[in-house]
């Protein structure tokens, strides 16, 4: 496991902070899900007093990617309505769907939901200016890996693995233990300011030493190569 010593890394320096707030509400998918099950329940008369606070986290698995959210069954305690009326209700709203006997509902992201967000991230990494990494004041384990990854891919660049659009629909199975790696970090970063970056590292370590990019086919490559830089930007912001 990767150790280090001092802090896990710091936001950009500078007003910087200030500006990428909103773009990681933006980048969250709990907090775009937060913002569907609040407007579904808007509908219904049943207004939220805070939709950061809505209840919903991600099922431990790596493929298919699915969250939860037990809200339905909270606020029919709390409003005295029927679950069941509320599930179904929100069952109407994208990718929601009822879980059998349980008064929760799960969000499936299917393949083109998850590559939309892989690819929103993956535009914020291209606008990275090399002047937002002065700065960093990283744990020495997050710089390391950070650097690798820096490294990679500008060999990556010089290959022309990572010219949009990336083929995302060429990952595996196995390729989503980074993906969901990724999704709790940009969870994690919308609700704390300065979230553990190690787990992070470690996902992506272990991940580059079991997955191949070049030698690859060339869609799976640039994928592989795209989750690189989907990690290095976690790591950099």
């Given at each position: 496991m990767?150790?280090?010593k001092?802090?896990?890394?710091q936001?950009v320096?500078?007003?910087c902070?200030?500006k990428?707030?909103p773009m990681?509400?933006?980048?969250?998918?709990?907090?775009?899900?937060?913002?569907?099950?609040?407007e579904?329940?808007?509908?219904?008369?049943v207004v939220?007093p805070?939709?950061?606070?809505?209840?919903?986290?991600?099922?431990?698995?790596a493929?298919?990617?699915i969250?939860?959210?037990?809200i339905?069954?909270?606020?029919?305690?709390?409003?005295?309505?029927?679950?069941?009326?509320l599930?179904?209700?929100?069952c109407?709203g994208?990718?929601?769907?009822?879980?059998?006997?349980r008064?929760v509902?799960?969000w499936?992201?299917?393949?083109?939901?998850?590559?939309?967000?892989?690819?929103?991230v993956?535009?914020?990494?291209l606008?990275l200016?090399p002047?937002?990494?002065?700065?960093?004041?990283?744990?020495?384990?997050?710089?390391?890996?950070?650097?690798?990854?820096?490294?990679?891919?500008?060999?990556?660049q010089?290959?022309?693995?990572?010219?949009?659009?990336?083929?995302?629909?060429?990952?595996?199975?196995?390729?989503?233990t980074?993906?969901?790696?990724?999704?709790d970090?940009?969870?994690?970063r919308?609700?704390?300011?300065?979230?553990?970056?190690?787990?992070l590292?470690?996902?992506?370590?272990?991940?580059?030493?079991?997955h191949?990019?070049?030698?690859?086919?060339?869609?799976?490559?640039?994928?592989?190569?795209?989750?690189i830089?989907?990690t290095?930007?976690?790591?950099?912001?």
């Amino acid at each position: 496991m990767l150790q280090g010593k001092g802090r896990t890394g710091q936001s950009v320096a500078g007003d910087c902070g200030v500006k990428i707030a909103p773009m990681i509400r933006q980048l969250s998918l709990k907090s775009q899900l937060q913002q569907q099950l609040a407007e579904q329940l808007a509908a219904v008369g049943v207004v939220t007093p805070a939709v950061d606070s809505l209840p919903i986290y991600r099922v431990r698995q790596a493929y298919p990617v699915i969250y939860r959210s037990p809200i339905a069954q909270q606020w029919a305690k709390i409003r005295n309505r029927n679950s069941q009326t509320l599930v179904a209700h929100l069952c109407q709203g994208r990718g929601w769907v009822a879980v059998p006997g349980r008064a929760v509902v799960d969000w499936h992201g299917s393949d083109e939901a998850i590559a939309q967000w892989l690819t929103a991230v993956f535009q914020q990494w291209l606008s990275l200016e090399p002047r937002n990494l002065a700065g960093l004041d990283p744990n020495v384990a997050v710089h390391y890996t950070r650097t690798r990854w820096q490294d990679l891919l500008q060999l990556a660049q010089e290959s022309k693995l990572l010219t949009p659009p990336i083929p995302w629909g060429a990952l595996t199975v196995s390729d989503y233990t980074l993906v969901t790696a990724l999704l709790d970090f940009s969870d994690r970063r919308f609700t704390q300011p300065d979230p553990p970056r190690l787990p992070l590292c470690q996902a992506s370590l272990d991940y580059y030493a079991q997955h191949r990019i070049w030698g690859s086919d060339r869609p799976l490559a640039q994928a592989r190569a795209g989750l690189i830089a989907l990690t290095h930007y976690w790591l950099t912001i």
